[in-house]
């Protein structure tokens, strides 16, 4: 049986990290905030929500919820964006997406701050990624991805790494994040011909194509290690990942299960993100007077 990847002892580490600077902070006098602006009341939106601020409140992070009417208009939405924006007690933002088809999500990445883009929004801190420049705030799921290899101490230099996806939001990202770390990558999509034998030639294998159980046997080999970013609805109030798991657990050298893997983590970074934007927003001469009146 392969090894599983699991996330708990990498979330554990990570957190611990967090928490010594988080209370440095608090010392100081600032209290880590986060700013979460959902539209609606999607269920999965508000699942995820509720999740985000019980983390943020185990840490010691100081979460505002902004709810806006699923019907807001683009104006009224920026002039929240900009609240926030300007607030100095709000360290890191996080809008839920998709927005709602009045809301332009390509105007609106442009006004997030940067320094407080907590979920990679904005295309400045994109492009940072792009350059090879990982000191600003990363996208959460490709960092999942590397806190996991890191922390299971997996070697990156010269390895051979295919990423099944080329979204914006992980594949594209995470490619040029395992390329900093100098391992040889090839992107892979829906379309890419003979699918199933380049997968089954790379050391490291990560699935982020959205589709579920995508990956099967077909796809892997007895020295494969599998990174499963999927998470997809079985239908039975189950998730499962891009990976058919039961399929090739027994086949690989390791793998992440789903759930209890890259998901798991990734709300985590979030969390790590807001402690990255508090050192974004001293180094430019931020001044935070934080005090317990609400925002509201």
């Given at each position: 049986m392969g090894r599983i990847l699991e996330a708990k002892p990498v979330i554990q580490t990570i957190k611990e990290d967090l928490k010594q600077e988080i209370n440095g902070f608090v010392?100081?006098?600032i209290k880590p905030s986060l700013a979460i602006?959902?539209?609606?009341n999607r269920p999965d939106d508000v699942y995820y929500e509720n999740s985000i601020v019980k983390?943020?409140?185990?840490?010691g992070i100081w979460?505002?919820?902004f709810i806006l009417e699923q019907n807001i208009s683009m104006d009224d939405f920026i002039e929240v964006l900009n609240i926030v924006n300007a607030e100095p007690r709000i360290h890191g933002i996080m809008i839920f997406r998709?927005?709602?088809r009045q809301l332009d999500e390509e105007i609106l990445q442009h006004i997030i701050d940067p320094a407080k883009d907590i979920d990679c929004m904005n295309p400045l801190n994109q492009a940072k990624v792009f350059?090879?420049?990982?000191?600003g705030l990363l996208p959460c799921t490709p960092a999942a991805v590397m806190e996991t290899l890191k922390y299971y101490q997996i070697g990156l230099k010269g390895t051979h790494v295919v990423v099944v996806g080329r979204s914006m939001v992980v594949g594209k990202p995470l490619s040029m994040m395992l390329l900093k770390e100098d391992s040889t990558v090839t992107i892979c999509h829906s379309k890419t011909q003979n699918l199933p034998e380049v997968c089954r030639n790379a050391d490291i294998l990560v699935a982020a194509i959205g589709k579920a159980k995508f990956i099967d046997d077909k796809?892997?080999?007895d020295k494969s290690i599998v990174i499963d970013v999927g998470i997809n609805d079985t239908g039975d109030g189950k998730i499962c990942g891009d990976v058919d798991f039961q399929?090739?657990?027994n086949k690989v050298q390791a793998i992440t299960p789903v759930p209890g893997g890259i998901g798991s983590i990734t709300t985590t970074l979030l969390l790590k993100n807001v402690v990255q934007a508090i050192h974004l927003q001293k180094s430019r001469h931020y001044r935070n007077d934080f005090n317990h009146k609400d925002l509201h």
């Open positions: 010392e100081s006098g602006i959902r539209v609606g983390n943020c409140e185990s840490m979460p505002q919820r998709p927005l709602p350059a090879g420049d990982m000191s796809y892997i080999s399929a090739v657990v």
